[in-house]
């Protein structure tokens, strides 16, 4: 309780050094997940991260904070749960209440095809040992009272993957809670700071060039999600990445009526409702590529009416801001973390599209092995970037939560 | 304006209040005596009036069931039912208003300094979530609302008709342009209504502006967002409850923003107490509602703005105990209300105090289009700049009249716990002071961490008066504190307008309502409905009723509707070539006449999609896709013409067609009598198509065969669809024909081993793991997926799709896991019980180890672990002698 009234600095303003030993680009939750596992379990210190907006101004502050591990694949599974059992105590860790809330979360089905895919995640998801399974609407009912399941939408909600250790989190908690565990490492944490063009000579790089000088450095971290390919390009790096804009919107607040997170695939939209009161809805990725962050009408409508088939109450209810990030998308929707094979001292975590928020603290713990050991965690092999050269793509597509 | 005989009576809190029309409902309850209005988020103090302008949190009501409602723009109804929201047991006693006390324990960001202990927070949440939020959601079974959605163009939209916006409209349709002016308010004017400005003769531009015959005036809609292009989203409310609430998508070449400048209130301790307004909301309620909210006021504010309010309100017969500057007030004192306000060297005595508050350039449209605010220290404001192409700002928007003497940047020292920069969520300058320190000194991470501008109010109310605190507070100029970003919606809409009216249609093929007479249960296939079977009158189960089908199909013969396939025409020169470049396979060599299966891979060699190809002619191609992918497969060939120059013509026949599949070893005498085709295979062989009668209708005939029996697949015009179902099934009557459904079909074709790709392949199947590594023809010119498949073709799969029998009398269901020693090996893609076998079969993924014949494996079925054997060949005519007969 005393903490309460201690009035202490989250973090420093550091200089920016001339050197390190490896700059992170995209001081993110991965950024900052993998600076905070280099320090706290590898010793490193001598690491900047660089960001070239405001901390948290990317994907970790755009995410719809969703949590959860009821994946398709077995490698998909064994990764997110990792990643939910960090979560789960990461607020004890950092000392920092992440308002991390298990509510529980709900996949529906409206149709056969979309019941089936379901059926398969309950079915992998439980052979591996997660708390996932499949009910039907009288029990939807008691989790969700004020969800439509009658006969009225156009597709009725026919059952539900339930999988009760989901939830949401404080997203910009989670970004502010290791950037203050790094900076009483002594990790550097630089805002403001656009990379413009990394210095490669014989296959490493040299050092980073920033709005605010040259960086020399050991090893560069690439975690800049919807960017990842253009700071890949600056140091010749080429990966199967595109990016597509993402968008959601929150509503006014309303007294608690809703605590689960409510997915549909079919109607391309989540709901949940924070301890705030507000709505926070998410939609699709947009069709298109593009880099722009600005909303779109279309989308906005579109989230709306699919919420109102699921809450068609909710009509009267205000949207009080729409926005969009940027994701990184791989053909086959599962990351891509590893070394580069143009250029040695490149790591890469990227290529987590819709799913990065959730990934973040076992992909900093695996890349921060990674980078302090030379060695891929057996975790995250399946997601080398030499994969798709391979052909040997993770089946992570067919589960994505909002997508056909 | 009022006229006292014309009474309204409206219900607050299940209490009659009478109103006048032309009141709003904040209005009528003010004038029936209320003062308290709302509590607020986080201590629950009393707020009451403040902006009258829809700006502020202060107003939020539930109106006839719906939350959150701004009553001081919401006009009054007969009838209408009010409530208070937020407030246990009522507005003047609200018991947790108790919390203001323990403030001390809730500084700024506590919850994220304790409860960091997973287990005290899952036991505080609970009690979090209920004391949070403001409105309460309508009932599940409250009626839906009534919306809808319109569509407009116009050369030139005006935003705001006050009088920069109403000379702007004027002077652009008097130019000859079709101009659409959206105004808020319930009439034109802005802030003439109630202000008092010499040079403005707001009676003549009204009148004008409704003389002009290209000129549409929207008064009472707002402007929500102004997106790429110039599309303008603007919110109709309905004037009467049977009307709809009404989006208006607007395009228009230029848009001129004239949205005026609102005013923000002042930073002192206990600035938010009940009877602390603003001046614009003070003359509101004095001019367009004729109350005086007081007898004694004290004006805070500085010349020049101050003088015009106090000649108003000493006018309107209010006292004015004093007239003091912003920097001098010490706090305002009162426990219900506002009783006193304390400067540096006096107290004044009052029931009513006025701020001349910031003016602020309502430059919200303007920043979410792209616009630049700039700091312009002479008017105190920021200003809009760098507007976007096509977009332009006139009136106060722009700075005008702006002056920085009556706008100063809030200055207080020291920061308070009392002055309430938020008033939404309650955060005050002490708030914003200590997360500044603590490092949030970024205006945008300020925000996030105090959620100040987050709330209801979307920082009209707080965002100048927080960048002022963050630029004091770290030593920056208001300039480099800079604004956080703009996004729409500006001000928020509701859920209802954005969706508008329920519009999810239902796509029925053209022999709907033949099933619907033989008894079909639907299936929803995305937007089609399809018979999943025929129920039959004897009330047989479903197994029944579809072994019955089957059966009539594998022993007789049966009738399905396959209308919903994709139906593609194609012609051209070169559509051989374009399908040699879209499908793994080759049909460049295909001859008139002929059939052939066709699959769609993608770069990396997934199946994206299969169909049949059929070439009528030497340039004219007829193509099937599935029911789910026609668009996808239309977009796919189109993009893969681009650029290419080929001779194709591709036309979408799909609603255009009706289809049927008849099969059964007596579909050919059921045919025979209704068409003039030979159907004897030596005219008509396997994989042969021709055009054709049939039963009066020009059709296109394919011998396939999906379920395994010798079958034609028969595309017919639409309108006669109904007329050649009926007619095979007169035909079928001595055979004892029967239609059948999916599910049937799914069990026909299943015995067959024929897949379904988007059921049994998912998003990463390649043709060689699901065992047609025969459809890439790797020796052809390059096409899409060649490399990718050329690789897989020499690269033994990890896992192939196999056919399985149970050895027991169980029934997986479908996706049910195949497990091998304990271990998750892979999965059931589709199995049914099959009469032909006696036990249930299937498809299923398994180690490409496993997927020979005789393999053990287990399947779960329904948490159980049942065994199953895998077999390498179809369950029924493998070899395919019944197709070709």
Redesign the interface.
């Given at each position: 309780?005393l903490?309460?009234?201690k009035?202490?600095?989250?973090?420093q303003r550091p200089e920016l050094k001339r050197r390190y030993d490896l700059v992170i680009v995209g001081a993110g939750v991965h950024g900052l997940a993998t600076a905070y596992y280099l320090g706290s379990q590898h010793g490193y210190r001598n690491i900047a991260l660089v960001d070239k907006?405001?901390?948290?101004?990317g994907s970790s502050?755009r995410n719809t904070a969703i949590i959860r591990s009821n994946y398709r694949t077995?490698e998909g599974i064994l990764c997110y749960d990792a990643s939910v059992k960090l979560y789960?105590?990461l607020?004890?860790e950092?000392?920092?209440?992440?308002?991390?809330?298990?509510c529980g979360h709900l996949t529906l089905g409206?149709?056969?095809?979309s019941?089936?895919?379901?059926?398969?995640r309950?079915?992998?998801n439980?052979?591996?040992g997660i708390d996932s399974r499949i009910i039907y609407p009288d029990e939807i009912r008691r989790l969700v009272?004020?969800?439509?399941l009658s006969s009225r939408?156009?597709?009725p909600v026919l059952a539900a993957l339930y999988h009760p250790p989901g939830g949401i989190i404080?997203h910009?908690?989670v970004v502010?809670?290791l950037a203050r565990a790094c900076d009483r490492m002594g990790i550097g944490i630089h805002?403001h700071t656009t990379v413009t063009g990394m210095r490669v000579e014989n296959g490493s790089v040299q050092s980073v060039v920033t709005n605010r000088g040259e960086i020399v450095t050991s090893a560069v971290l690439n975690a800049t999600a919807g960017w990842a390919s253009t700071i890949g390009k600056m140091a010749g790096v080429s990966m199967p990445i595109v990016s597509h804009p993402l968008q959601a919107c929150v509503?006014?607040?309303?007294?608690?009526?809703l605590?689960k997170v409510i997915v549909s695939a079919t109607l391309h939209v989540y709901v949940n409702q924070t301890?705030?009161?507000e709505l926070v809805i998410g939609a699709e990725i947009d069709p298109y590529q593009s880099y722009s962050m600005?909303?779109?009408?279309p989308t906005?409508?579109q989230?709306?009416?699919y919420?109102?088939?699921l809450?068609?109450?909710?009509?009267?209810?205000?949207?009080?801001?729409?926005?969009t990030g940027v994701c990184d998308m791989t053909?086959?929707y599962a990351p891509i973390i590893g070394t580069a094979q143009e250029v040695k001292n490149f790591f890469m975590d990227v290529g987590w599209g819709t799913y990065g928020f959730k990934a973040a603290p076992i992909a900093g713990k695996c890349t921060a092995a990674l980078i302090a050991t030379g060695k891929a965690p057996k975790l995250i092999e399946p997601f080398s970037p030499a994969r798709f050269a391979a052909?040997q793509?993770?089946?992570e597509?067919?589960a994505a939560a909002v997508s056909t | 304006m009022s006229c006292p005989k014309d009474k309204i009576t409206l219900e607050f809190n299940g209490k009659p209040v009478t109103a006048r029309p032309g009141d709003t409902v904040a209005s009528a309850l003010y004038r029936s005596g209320q003062r308290i209005f709302t509590r607020s988020f986080k201590y629950h103090r009393r707020r009451g009036l403040l902006c009258l302008a829809g700006k502020c949190p202060n107003c939020l009501m539930n109106v006839d069931g719906a939350p959150n409602v701004r009553t001081c723009i919401t006009l009054v109804r007969a009838g209408m039912r009010v409530t208070h929201q937020n407030a246990s047991p009522s507005l003047e006693n609200d018991w947790l208003s108790v919390v203001q006390h323990f403030d001390r324990l809730m500084p700024v960001g506590w919850y994220y300094k304790t409860m960091t202990d997973p287990r005290v927070w899952h036991t505080a949440e609970p009690f979090v979530r209920k004391i949070a939020g403001l409105g309460t959601p309508p009932s599940p079974d409250a009626v839906s609302g009534n919306y809808e959605h319109a569509y407009r163009h116009s050369d030139v939209a005006i935003i705001g008709g006050g009088p920069a916006g109403l000379k702007a409209a004027i002077s652009e349709a008097e130019n000859g342009r079709q101009v659409t002016l959206v105004d808020d308010q319930p009439e034109l004017g802005g802030h003439l209504r109630y202000t008092k400005i010499a040079e403005a003769a707001l009676p003549e531009l009204v009148a004008k502006v409704q003389t002009l015959p290209n000129m549409q005036v929207l008064n009472g809609s707002y402007c929500f967002g102004l997106y790429e292009g110039n599309l303008l989203g603007i919110v109709q409310p309905r004037r009467d409850p049977d009307d709809a609430e009404r989006l208006i998508h607007l395009r228009a070449g230029r848009v001129v923003v004239a949205t005026g400048a609102y005013e923000s209130p002042l930073l002192f301790p206990n600035n938010d107490l009940v009877g602390v307004m603003l001046s614009t909301g003070v003359l509101r309620l004095i001019h367009l509602h004729g109350i005086i909210p007081g007898k004694v006021a004290v004006v805070i504010g500085q010349s020049p703005l101050v003088e015009p309010v106090v000649a108003d309100l000493r006018e309107a017969g209010l006292q004015i105990a004093a007239t003091v500057a912003p920097k001098s007030v010490v706090r305002a004192i009162g426990k219900k209300y506002v009783t006193r306000i304390e400067t540096r060297d006096a107290r004044h005595a009052c029931d009513l105090v006025v701020m001349c508050g910031h003016r602020i350039p309502d430059a919200g449209l303007l920043h979410q289009a792209g616009a630049r605010l700039e700091w312009n220290a002479g008017k105190g404001a920021f200003i809009p700049t760098d507007l976007p192409a096509h977009v332009s700002a006139v009136g106060q928007v722009t700075g005008e009249s702006l002056s920085a003497a009556a706008t100063l940047p809030p200055v207080l020292d020291p920061a308070s716990k009392r002055a309430f920069v938020c008033l939404c969520s309650d955060v005050s300058s002490q708030d914003l002071a200590n997360a500044i320190d603590e490092g949030f000194d970024h205006i945008e991470t300020l925000k996030r961490y105090t959620t100040t501008t987050m709330g209801p109010c979307q920082g009209r109310m707080c965002q100048l008066p927080a960048i002022g605190v963050c630029a004091r507070q770290t030593n920056h100029s208001m300039a480099e504190t800079g604004v956080t970003t703009g996004r729409p919606p500006n001000p928020g809409v509701t859920l209802g307008a954005l969706a508008g009216a329920r519009h999810h249609p239902t796509r029925r093929t053209p022999m709907h309502y033949e099933h619907e007479a033989a008894g079909a249960a639907w299936l929803d296939m995305g937007e089609w409905k399809r018979s999943r079977y025929y129920q039959s009158p004897m009330g047989a189960s479903e197994k029944q009723c579809v072994e019955q089908e089957y059966r009539a199909v594998r022993e007789r013969v049966g009738l399905i509707d396959v209308s919903t396939l994709g139906k593609l025409d194609l012609k051209g020169r070169d559509v051989g070539r374009l399908l040699d470049h879209v499908y793994a396979g080759r049909f460049s060599d295909l001859r008139p006449g002929r059939t052939r299966y066709g699959v769609i891979c993608d770069e990396a060699g997934i199946m994206l999609d299969d169909g049949t190809v059929s070439r009528l002619a030497d340039d004219h191609f007829f193509v099937t896709t599935t029911t789910g992918n026609l668009d996808f497969v239309l977009q796919w060939m189109n993009w893969w013409l681009v650029g290419t120059n080929w001779d194709v013509y591709i036309t979408n026949l799909t609603s255009g067609l009706a289809a049927v599949n008849l099969a059964g070893p007596n579909a050919r005498e059921v045919l025979k009598p209704l068409t003039d085709c030979d159907l004897s295979t030596a005219a008509f062989p396997y994989m042969a198509c021709r055009v054709a009668q049939v039963a009066g209708a020009e059709a296109i005939l394919m011998r396939i065969g999906f379920v395994g029996e010798t079958g034609w697949e028969i595309h017919f015009p639409a309108e006669s669809g109904p007329d050649v179902w009926k007619a095979v099934m007169e035909a079928g009557r001595k055979f004892d024909i029967k239609p059948f459904g999916i599910e049937a079909q799914r069990l026909l074709r299943l015995e067959k081993r024929h897949i379904i790709v988007g059921v049994d392949s998912d998003a990463l199947t390649n043709p060689f793991e699901a065992g047609m590594g025969w459809v890439p023809k790797l020796d052809k010119e390059d096409f899409i997926g060649r490399s990718a498949l050329a690789r897989l073709a020499t690269q033994p799969p990890k896992q192939k799709l196999a056919c399985f029998i149970m050895n027991e009398a169980d029934l997986p269901e479908d996706g049910a896991a195949i497990m091998i020693g304990g271990q998750l090996a892979g999965r059931v893609t589709s199995a049914r019980f099959s009469p032909g076998q006696g036990k249930a079969i299937g498809l299923a993924w398994v180690p490409a180890e496993t997927a020979r014949e005789g393999a053990e494996v287990q399947v779960r079925v329904r948490g159980r672990v049942a065994r199953a054997r895998i077999t390498e060949k179809a369950f029924y005519d493998p070899d395919g002698a019944r197709l070709r007969m």
């Open positions: 309780m903490k309460l009234f009035k202490e600095r989250m973090w907006g405001y901390l948290g101004n502050g077995p789960e105590n607020s004890r950092l000392e920092w209440n992440l308002l991390f809330s298990q409206h149709t056969d095809a019941v089936t895919g379901l059926r398969i309950a079915e992998n439980q052979a591996l009272p004020a969800m439509d939408p156009r597709f404080r910009d908690a502010w809670g805002p509503t006014e607040p309303l007294k608690p009526f605590n301890d705030k009161g600005r909303a779109t009408l906005l409508e989230m709306a009416t919420t109102l088939e809450f068609p109450q909710l009509h009267g209810l205000r949207v009080l801001r729409q926005w053909p086959d052909g793509l993770v089946g597509k067919a | -």
